[in-house]
């Protein structure tokens, strides 16, 4: 019997596609949390579903991109459907508790299954200035580290500024530090929804008729 990760049960892997372009399989660092950048590792959600981390290359760049370590590591594939599968999980909670749903009981034991697995440790180098990430399983310490910041972000009392982009075509969920509780937009900066909802609005007034 082949080898099942450790979530099969609850989810399925989303299949790959190879029709996007490189700004659309860019990495997204603009939620202000961990956790929920790992959401963005795809995008477009029912829409597009512009996949990410869908091979030990592409995963393996985000972790180190990420912060988690130093270096990119060395990731399978089985690495691969762990993640994606455990990012579904995370969506689910977070679609959940921020529509105020009791997520399921079996999200709630794999976020905390995976927050209990070893995290990276920092390590002083020999020549006692340069400290670097290390695991012994790096791609399942990146998603315990993944799971703990979700953990952190709820013992944080910040659930009520989890929301999700205003673009339904984008659905990125972000963490809200606007003093007012207001934002939006996953961005306003790039390629965020924000700067082109400006562009789109600016088109339109000098489009139309005076």
Known sequence: MPRQSLYTELTKVVPMRHEFSEGDLAFR?????????????IGEVGHRDIE???????????????G??????????????????????????????TAEIRPPANVIRAINDTSRRPIPWME???????????????????????ARDALLLVSEGL???????????????FL???????RIWCST??????????????????SEPS
């Open 176 to 182: 809200d530090n606007s003093r007012g509780n207001n």
């Open 29 to 41: 660092f603009t939620s202000h949390r961990l956790c929920l950048d790992f959401l963005s590792t």
């Open 124 to 146: 002083l180098a020999d020549d006692g200035y340069t400290v670097s990430r290390r695991a012994v399983a790096p791609a399942q310490a990146a998603l315990a580290s993944v």
């Open 52 to 66: 990410r981390i869908g091979t030990p290359t592409s995963y393996s760049r985000w972790i180190a991109a990420s």
């Open 159 to 173: 659930l009520p500024r989890v929301k999700q982009c205003n673009d339904p075509t984008c659905n990125m969920f």
């Open 189 to 206: 900066e790039g390629r965020g929804c924000g700067n082109k909802a400006k562009k789109r609005a600016f088109r339109k007034r000098h």
């Open 68 to 97: 988690i370590l130093d270096r990119e590591p060395l990731v399978s594939v089985t690495d691969v459907e762990d993640a994606v599968e455990f990012r579904r999980i995370l969506r689910s909670f977070f679609s959940d508790v």
